[in-house]
């Protein structure tokens, strides 16, 4: 196939995904409506080519419903391919068009009951790893829709949401209302200028980092360091490349999209080294890798008598 009609049913393949993307009711509507028609034809005794014709429409778009719903299983966002990797916000608000599609997004469920029971395990780790208790003023970088900030605000003296998509932010705003001690901000672009130094007792990350160039997630855990009060926490995760379940997951990524356009929202793992590493260098102490299941977590502690962080 020449270059010009290789473009050309590239653009066709995408122009069919977006319009059955979009309206996902065409195709079984199509079917339904071929089903009837071969029906009628057979009971009205209707030419028999004109039958023929309506029963290779019916396994036509038969075939192309089951196909779709397929693959929007395994390709349940478009591919924003218009925005690069780093167009976070961009790509962020895109996500988070709707309240349910900003559910999907930060967790993969699409019922407010599911989102709020999501939310323990990441509460537990906080409890468990990092000991937030009621006198903590808390951040967490990345925040969503407040998945977890709405079970962690009852614990913690102050809780801080911060996102770069003011999608999410709107959203968390909804969720938040009469919930008294929470703040939202909304990061104009990576780190965390803009908030105070020494304002934090604990800063964290969490379902986040895999969405980041490595750069972004060290700049986070550097900016972090600064905005912590000495012998504040940190905690950082990612999917673990060295876990049984993380390294399955990576591969099936190299299936997901061996013929297929790779999203600016993709998947990128860690390996424990490349956490402790940001941590290390940013001037934490105490810095600890935690394997739970397919997450690896990083803790830190930022030491006392500390003052600026690089070293
Ligand atoms: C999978 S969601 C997780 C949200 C939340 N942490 C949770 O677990 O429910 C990823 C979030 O990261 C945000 N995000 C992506 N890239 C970002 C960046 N560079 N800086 C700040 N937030 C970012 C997105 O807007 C989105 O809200």
Redesign the pocket.
């Known amino acids: 196939m020449s270059i010009p009609s290789k473009a050309l049913s590239t653009d066709l393949r995408r122009g069919a995904g977006t319009l059955f993307r979009k309206h996902r009711w065409l195709l079984p509507a199509a079917a339904i409506a071929n089903g009837v028609a071969v029906g009628a034809a057979i009971v009205l005794h209707v030419d028999y080519r004109l039958t023929f014709l309506a029963a290779v429409c019916l396994s036509a778009t038969s075939f192309g419903w089951g196909y779709l719903e397929r693959f929007l299983k395994l390709f349940p966002w478009p591919t924003f391919r218009d925005f690069a990797r780093g167009q976070?916000a961009e790509t962020?608000n895109a996500m988070a068009e709707s309240p349910k599609t900003a559910r999907v997004?930060?967790?993969g469920a699409s019922d407010e009951r599911e989102v709020r029971a999501s939310a323990a395990e990441?509460v537990r780790n906080l409890i468990e790893l990092v000991s937030v208790t009621d006198r903590d003023d808390v951040l967490?970088?990345?925040?969503?829709?407040a998945?977890?900030g709405l079970e962690l605000a009852p614990r913690c003296r102050s809780w801080m949401g911060a996102?770069?998509?003011a999608n999410?932010l709107h959203y968390a705003r909804q969720r938040l209302q009469g919930v008294g001690n929470v703040h939202l901000h909304q990061?104009q672009s990576?780190g965390l200028r803009g908030l105070g130094d020494g304002a934090f007792d604990v800063v964290y990350c969490?379902?986040?980092m895999a969405?980041?160039d490595e750069l972004?997630r060290w700049r986070y855990v550097r900016d972090a360091f600064r905005i912590l009060r000495p012998g504040g926490r940190i905690l950082f995760d990612n999917v673990d490349m060295t876990s049984d379940r993380g390294w399955i997951a990576f591969t099936n990524l190299e299936d997901k999209y061996r013929n297929a356009e790779i999203p600016p929202y993709m998947v990128r793992f860690s390996f424990p080294e490349e956490l402790m590493e940001y941590a290390a260098r940013a001037g934490f102490g105490q810095v600890k890798i935690h394997k739970r299941g397919m997450l690896v977590i990083m803790t830190a502690v930022k030491p006392h008598g500390a003052q600026d962080g690089i070293t």
């Not at 967490?140 to 829709?145: K, L, N, P, S």
Request: aromatic residues 8%; negative net charge.
């Open positions: 976070y962020w997004a930060v967790c990441p967490e970088i990345a925040c969503g829709i998945r977890v996102d770069i998509s999410m990061l990576e969490t379902n986040s969405h980041m972004d």
